[in-house]
């Protein structure tokens, strides 16, 4: 799916970032989020991102899966040129090769769980009727909650409503997964479910890309970034809890 002798020039990075720079417009003036950051994933990395509310780490990961467009600088996923792609084209590529997992679920509360899952492979098209079916229910069943199909997101627990919007976000079996805090509303026990898949899907060969407070989310990542005033500051993981 991906050419990783991309136009981005780097042989190992699936995830390629060249002095991105992001500034939202205020009231005051313009705000500089993210200051010329330059970062490569390698693919099937599990990468941990951490640093001080209003560091840019949302930002971050809403650049890396076209979410959000750079002020300037260039970002490369495999061969796709992100920050130079139109719109429409975006969010098919998204669809296909991006799963999103937010903190506040953000899944449609009038649809089951099950249609949840079902709505990323119907608008990529991807499997037959049947497939997507089969699919989102051995999805559902991986990450435990198969018998909340047919209900209502409104009826789950926090914990529940995370696993959906997780099986959600893989559906279309993108190389990559990124999330901003997803244990972020959840109980210990809920959190260390959460954390469970994020490591299953790290076995399987995902890129991962977590925005997280949580320093046990942290320590199992393979590598973390940490972020200060716009700027990435690189290191292997703290395995005795350190940031």
């Known amino acids: 799916m991906y050419n990783e002798q991309a136009s981005s020039g780097s042989s190992q990075a699936l995830i390629d970032l060249r002095n991105v720079v992001k500034t939202y417009e205020t009231g005051a003036g313009g705000l500089q989020v993210l200051g010329g950051v330059t970062l490569q994933v390698r693919q099937g990395e599990f990468v941990g991102v951490v640093g001080p509310s209003g560091s840019g780490k949302s930002t971050l990961v809403s650049i890396i899966s076209g979410i959000d467009r750079p002020t300037s600088g260039e970002v490369f996923v495999g061969a796709q040129a992100v920050h130079d792609t139109s719109e429409d084209d975006l969010a098919q590529w998204r669809g296909r090769n991006v799963g999103v997992v937010f903190q506040f679920y953000q899944l449609l509360p009038t649809l089951t769980v099950v249609e949840n899952v079902l709505l990323p492979m119907d608008f990529c098209n991807v499997y037959s009727r049947r497939e997507r079916a089969e699919r989102a229910m051995s999805l ?4 435990g909650i198969v018998e ?11 914990g529940q409503q995370q696993r959906a919007a997780i099986a959600r976000a893989i559906a279309n079996d993108p190389p990559i997964v990124v999330a901003d805090e997803p244990t972020g509303n959840l109980d210990t026990r809920a959190a260390n479910q959460v954390l469970a898949l994020f ?3 790290a076995d399987l ?3 991962l890309i ?8 942290s320590q199992r990542a393979g590598r973390v970034l940490h972020l200060l005033d716009g700027q990435i500051h690189d290191g292997p993981c703290d395995r005795d809890g350190g940031q």
């Not at 559902?140 to 990450?143: H, I, T, Y």
């Not at 909340?148 to 926090?158: C, D, F, I, V, Y």
């Not at 977590?210 to 989310?217: A, I, P, Q, W, Y």
């Open 148 to 158: 909340q199909a047919t209900r209502l997101p409104g009826e789950l627990s926090g």
């Open 210 to 217: 977590v925005v997280t407070h949580d320093r046990t989310l």
């Open 205 to 207: 060969g995902k890129t």
């Open 199 to 201: 490591e299953e899907l």
């Open 140 to 143: 559902l069943d991986q990450v």
